[in-house]
């Protein structure tokens, strides 16, 4: 049996460890065109502020992949002949394989202003994005970086933190309304401000002006402002990275991610899908690939247990997540709807939605508990350490508000001596 | 990302370029002028502080105090952290630097109220005991034989390794820039295996032989000298080159714990106490992103990454305390716990699932 995986990210590389438990023989094929050995892709903002070198987030020792027989190859995949069971590299070497698992992973979308195309405008996804920014984001130099989610904020805190000024221009008015309402939201700007970070709200993007050596000279708003600029970081958002699978015939969704049924199984014998290039159907019925280091972990690892035979089902459980918006440490549990468009209208939760929320006085420290009816349905967790398996457990056993409150403190999961910060009430 | 910490894969000091083998072969070489010239001794009676060893007790409390504030500038938004760094700088202060001076100014035998055997193992041998006072023999025996061991189950090792003793203080201060550069490899842990129980067993052997040659060298001259041989060579090989000289003088290319990691008989005999105490570094379940900060910046060389990735809890003989895996994840998953792990009655037993 040749199980072959294309991606050695952490969709990859999980079903690849996975595949190996379950089968001592099998040979295991990872493909990547990015790096030699896995590494931990979130750790790309610690390798560009030089806190970690690229050896030190790779999760497994270089020799370790010998002892467990993962082969490796580093190539780009040109093609996928599903029929003949056979991937074609872009230098035109075949490699023919039993089972399939495309964990291709994300790239970044890309912006679609004049002057877009060429030096100095940035993205940070991959490994290559880091080193193209690295060379161009020298102390000194100003940057201009669009986008209001996860990677934008951690872009501008790098970059800050290096020497780079930073104008953070979002287009929705407020920072990250997928998760944050307004008030938390307030909390993050006020803190990224507090850090020298430009922050500016509800604008859109018309134009990345070049001078006449093409080189960028700034980035112009749909206000009429302008802001000079030698770099430009895009952040808005990744798309699957499946461009080789135009001519293999597998369905794809609209968006380009690849169809999967619940065994993330694609439309192609012999072929699984896991991780960010996989169209998986979300706990409110609609279709989308989930794009998230934990989701890509477990799908995964629920891949190889299909492709071994197992009779499997991915299913997300209770959703969690955490991030961390310079120091402020973010976790969120449970149902924590989204409150604003994309184009700036509100969002309507719905009317059982409810939620409380507390600040610290004067700390960048909030809780938000979002209710349905009277049962606590999501946990938006801002400036302190929060254990999610406690706040998921509450979340499954539908407690109250007030036993939750009653509670909250068995949730803390600061550092010691850290000790209990709490609300006024 | 913590802001002390930018750039420190890129500075050739703190990634054992020629500056760093350079600043290693000065450290070596101090020591060994300290251990084994009198070089020092006209520089003590110069400035006064009368021997060598006050002298170097001097820089080496100079080094920690200014250690101390260079961490604090660093790390200090962490309460853990401060709090840990004032009382290991302040116990140096004190204990091992005033205090033995004054009771030197009053003609009493200088002690240093903050080391035990077995790191000094001298406090155990025979010649130390008979020429103490009872209260200080007392507190040397009771520390060494029945508190540390009873603080190390309840606390972990780390409220002495990471709270009191020098030897951590320095490491923790004044050799903080170079903490990343510990040897991670399952090999490295292999080594530290072995030696550092070896070095125990050394310890305790080397105190067996010193006692038994206080009770009967005087009758057989052979094992006299076998005795004071062993106690020498003790002194020169563990005390002298491993402690000092290679202690010190590797901070700059294997990292601030070679000696805490693969020697020191203290930390040996605490970490096993400490393996099966209440001391633990919980990790938070399917919550680590894997991005290496914790094992990174481990001066013991844990690689705590992998325990965080297989949600299981760190229960390491080797693992010191410090707090920095819990203070640099940026996910929050890791917490230095010695809570007693128990469930209160009548409450259900939550099994979390690990993943699908």
Known sequence: MHYAILGNGVAGMEAALALRRRDAKARISLISDEHDFFYSRPAL?????????????????????????????RARVGALDAGRRTLAFDDGRPLAYDRLLLAAGSRAREGSWPGTKGPGVHAFVTLRDMEALDRDARPGRRAVVIGGGLIGVEVAEVLLRRGVSVTFVIRESWYFPLALDAQESQVVAEHMRAHGCDVRLGVNVTEIARDGDGRVRSVRLEDGGEV???????????????????????????????????????????VWAAGDCANVTWADGSRRPEQ?????????????????GEDVTYRRGT????????????????????LLNWDNTPLDPGPAYRSVFERVPDRPVTWRIVLEGDRVAGFNMLGGRWNHEVLRAWVEEERTLDWVRAHLDEARFDEELGGPVRAGR | MQAGLLDTYRKPTLTRGALAWALSAVLSAFYLVLYFTEALTPVARATGLGDKWTLYGFLYTVA???????????????????????????????????????????????????YFWPLKIEYLYPSVILSHPFLIVAWSFVGSLVAFPVLAWFLGKRFYCSWVCGCGGLANTAGEPFRHLSDKSEAAWKVEKVSVYLVLAIAVAATVVVWANWAVGSRHPAFASFAFAVQKWYGFAIGAMFAGVLGVGLYPL?????????????????GIIQRFGRFRITVKKDMCIACGNCSTYCEMGIDVRSYAMANQDVRRAACVGCGMCAHLCPRGVLKLENRPVRLKAGQ???VYAAGP
């Open chain 2, 64 to 114: 920690m105090v200014a250690g101390g504030v260079y961490f604090l500038r660093r790390h200090g938004n962490s309460r853990y952290e401060r709090i840990r760094t004032i009382v290991v700088v302040a116990v140096q202060v004190v204990l091992a630097f005033a205090l033995p001076i004054v009771m030197k100014v009053f003609g009493a035998r200088e002690y240093y109220f903050s």
């Open chain 1, 228 to 270: 000079p600029c030698d770099v430009v970081v895009v952040a808005i958002g990744v798309v699957p990275n499946t461009g080789f699978l135009a001519a293999s015939g597998l369905r794809l969704s609209s968006g380009g991610a690849i169809e999967v049924d619940d065994a993330l199984r694609t439309s192609a014998p012999d």
């Open chain 1, 45 to 73: 903002m610690y390798v560009f502020c030089g806190q970690l070198d690229l050896r030190g987030t790779e999760p497994y020792e270089r020799s370790s992949y010998d002892r467990m027989r993962l082969e490796r190859v």
């Open chain 1, 319 to 338: 959703w969690y997540n955490s991030a961390k918006f310079f120091d402020l440490e973010w976790t969120t549990v449970g149902h924590v709807p989204a």
């Open chain 2, 348 to 350: 259900p037993i939550r």
């Open chain 1, 292 to 308: 998230l280091w934990y989701t890509a972990r477990d799908q995964g690892r629920v891949a190889a247990r299909s492709m071994s």
């Open chain 2, 254 to 270: 294997m990292g601030t714990r070679v000696w805490c990691r693969f020697g020191c008989p203290m930390a040996a005999m605490l």
